[in-house]
C-alpha cells in the first residue's frame, strides 16, 4: 500500500506542470516516467531560466546543478552497456522541487 501511494504522489507531482516552466515537462498523452537522458537535456534551459529566476539566482550555476541532477539520476540498461541513458523524470522534479523549493 506504501509503495502505491509513493507512486501516485510521485505522479500528481509531476503531471501538473507549473505556469512558470520550472519542472520538465511531461506529456499527459505519454506519461512516461523514464525519458531518454538527451530528451531531458533538451529542456534544461527553459527549466533552468525558470528555476533561477524564481530563487534569484544566476541561471548558468542553477543549469549546472540541474545538469548534475539529470546526471546523477541516469542509468541505462545493463550498466551502460547498452542502449540509451534514461532519466526518471517524476524523481528529477521532486528532486528540483526539494533543492529549489515549490515552484
Known amino acids: 500500500m506504501g509503495d502505491y501511494l509513493h507512486k501516485k504522489r510521485l505522479q500528481r507531482a509531476t503531471w501538473r ?3 512558470d516552466g520550472a519542472v520538465l515537462a511531461l506529456p499527459v498523452e505519454e506519461r512516461r516516467r523514464r525519458w531518454e537522458l538527451k530528451n531531458t537535456l ?7 531560466a525558470a528555476w533561477a ?3 534569484n ?3 548558468t550555476d ?3 546543478e540541474i545538469e548534475e541532477v539529470l546526471q546523477e539520476n541516469a542509468t541505462a540498461p545493463l550498466g551502460g552497456l547498452v542502449g540509451e541513458k534514461m532519466v526518471n ?3 528529477v522534479n521532486l528532486e528540483l522541487r526539494r533543492r529549489y523549493g515549490g515552484a
Open 17 to 19: 506542470v507549473w505556469q
Open 42 to 48: 533538451f529542456q534544461l534551459d527553459r527549466v533552468a
Open 53 to 55: 529566476k524564481n530563487g
Open 57 to 59: 539566482r544566476k541561471e
Open 62 to 64: 542553477t543549469r549546472k
Open 89 to 91: 523524470v517524476l524523481e
